[in-house]
């Protein structure tokens, strides 16, 4: 992609950037040409980088006073010349919903959850959601962090962008930006961004579960961002670039990476397996389902409030799978846990892959098929009050413990249109499901995923406009 399709935008000084209250920024903030105004037509995000967000990249202030002098503005754009497969495959940052749900599943994630600094309020986090979604809006599209990039911000200054990803980029890059719990109302009340009164009824934390270790520092957090890509290092380079933008605003509270998908969210990908070896996502929600989108994932009129209408609620697990004690378990007993054909992921009573598991159904001597405490049984809608879940989960492995043992396991991402519905899922799972005794989970987080952005919008915008 060339500068021309993606034009960097300018801003006038003290021009409105749309949001309450957030301070403009100064002026060549963001260096861009002297035809600014006409470059600012058609960004998907009509500002450059703050004022802070470009001291940030700089290294906390060092250098401040030639943020002004105007660079090249000549974006490197990472074009994707890689020949690497999905390289030049790109998704608009902009949308009714944001992208990174219903989005084919990419290969690679990087998950990352974010505090916001002690002291700041709410104009601080408009500007810095700001500033996050021009960037991001930059680099889903293959460009530079920024217009100076990687190599135009001369040899005096740290270069805006990291540059691990040009040559590479986009590589299907989406970026999701969530919020916690925390970030309406701390668990001792405080409402530190006058944002109290617009905590959705339905953001509730899940239940501890059987079989939950959880271990705080890795779980919640003000912000979260979801990066998925083709390519690990496209992934890695958003959290890395947009925690960069953060510094001194939101520090990293925890992050985890993921390998190859554990789902489909499309028609068009085939079921991947994951690390026990099966089929995982068969029965998954799909982008060419809108009514289920609609029943099951996507916040709706009657949930409201209005402003998170069309977002969704993200549920992120980090669930350690016993590999090694599953891997000395026989086959047939493997099928019987999941309730599906190790082989082909058909359910045990018959029938292909997308065949519907039919729990009635018995063999000679009357013994059900599919058993009743299989996962397969335990987690589906017709157990469930009819509830479904959009999941997009990944493998991980980070390393070992000190008795050689893999710390492996299923970074679990589900998508449901309240916290509660997926509860009711999981509270059936970890009473009796079979499955339990292979896992430990030792994170969970809930955010609220808001609705997309319009052309020239910011994550969030709807909730600062609602009050
Ligand atoms: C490491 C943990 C887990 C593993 C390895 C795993 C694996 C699987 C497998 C192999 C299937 C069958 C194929 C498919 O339809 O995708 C499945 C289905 C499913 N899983 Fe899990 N799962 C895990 C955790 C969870 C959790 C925590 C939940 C949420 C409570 C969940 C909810 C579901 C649902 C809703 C289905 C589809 C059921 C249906 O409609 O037939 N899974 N899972």
């Given at each position: 992609m060339s500068e021309d399709d993606l034009p960097e935008p300018s801003r006038s000084p003290g021009?409105?950037?749309?949001?309450?209250?957030a301070p403009a920024p100064e002026a060549g903030a963001d260096p861009a040409p002297e035809a600014g105004a006409q470059e600012?037509?058609?960004?998907?995000?009509g500002r450059g980088l703050s004022r802070r967000g470009m001291l940030a990249l700089l290294?906390?202030?060092?250098?401040?006073?030639?943020?002004?002098?105007?660079?090249?503005?000549a974006v490197v754009a990472?074009?994707?010349?890689?020949?690497?497969?999905?390289?030049g495959l790109s998704y608009p940052f902009a949308g009714a919903h944001q992208a990174?749900?219903?989005?084919?599943?990419?290969e690679h994630l990087h998950f990352a959850a974010f505090d916001i600094r002690e002291g700041l309020g709410r104009d601080d986090l408009i500007e810095l959601l700001q500033d996050w979604s021009y960037a991001a809006s930059r680099i889903t599209q293959?460009?530079?962090?920024?217009?100076?990039?990687?190599?135009?911000?001369?040899?005096?200054l740290p270069p805006d962008?990291?540059?691990?990803a040009t040559g590479i980029a986009p590589a299907g890059l989406t970026v999701t930006i969530g919020f916690g719990r925390s970030l309406f109302s701390?668990?001792?009340?405080?409402?530190r961004f006058g944002l109290a009164a617009q905590?959705?009824?339905?953001?509730t934390e899940l239940p501890k579960m059987i079989n939950d270790f959880i271990d705080r520092g890795r779980s919640a957090g003000d912000l979260c961002i979801q990066a998925c890509a083709n390519d690990p290092k496209v992934a890695v380079h958003a959290i890395r670039n947009l925690t960069r933008i953060a510094f001194g605003r939101a520090q990293l509270r925890w992050s985890q990476l993921g390998y190859?998908?554990?789902?489909?969210?499309?028609?068009s990908q085939d079921t991947p397996r994951n690390l026990f070896g099966q089929k995982d996502g068969t029965a998954n929600i799909r982008a060419e389902e809108p009514d289920r989108l609609e029943e099951h994932v996507w916040i709706g009129e009657s949930q409201g409030p209005d402003w998170a209408v069309n977002g969704t609620y993200l549920i992120a697990r980090r669930i350690s799978m016993t590999i090694e004690v599953w891997d000395g378990v026989q086959l047939g007993e493997q099928e019987r846990v999941t309730g599906?054909?190790?082989?082909?992921?058909?359910?045990?009573?018959?029938?292909?892959?997308?065949d519907e598991p039919d729990f009635a159904a018995t063999d000679a001597s009357g013994?059900?098929?599919?058993?009743?405490?299989?996962h397969v049984a335990r987690v589906h809608p017709s157990n469930n009050d009819g509830i479904r879940m959009l999941r997009r989960g990944y493998n991980f492995t980070d390393g070992n413990d000190d008795q050689g043992r893999l710390d492996a396991g299923l970074f679990f991402i589900a998508f449901v249109n309240a916290p509660e519905r997926f509860s009711v899922v999981h509270k059936n799972m970890a009473r009796d499901d079979l499955f339990i005794e292979y896992l430990k989970t030792t994170a969970s987080s809930v955010f609220l995923i808001p609705p997309g952005v319009s052309e020239g919008g910011y994550v969030g915008q709807q909730l600062f406009e609602a009050g």
């Open positions: 021009e409105d950037s749309g949001s309450q209250g600012n037509a058609g960004s998907p995000v290294g906390g202030g060092v250098a401040g006073a030639s943020i002004g002098v105007a660079g090249t503005a990472a074009t994707g010349s890689s020949g690497e497969p999905g390289a990174g749900i219903v989005t084919p599943e990419q293959g460009l530079d962090v920024s217009a100076r990039g990687a190599f135009d911000g001369g040899p005096y962008d990291t540059g691990e701390t668990d001792a009340g405080e409402d905590l959705p009824e339905h953001f190859g998908r554990t789902s489909s969210t499309s028609t599906r054909d190790k082989r082909d992921g058909a359910p045990l009573s018959g029938g292909g892959e997308f013994a059900l098929l599919i058993d009743e405490r299989s």
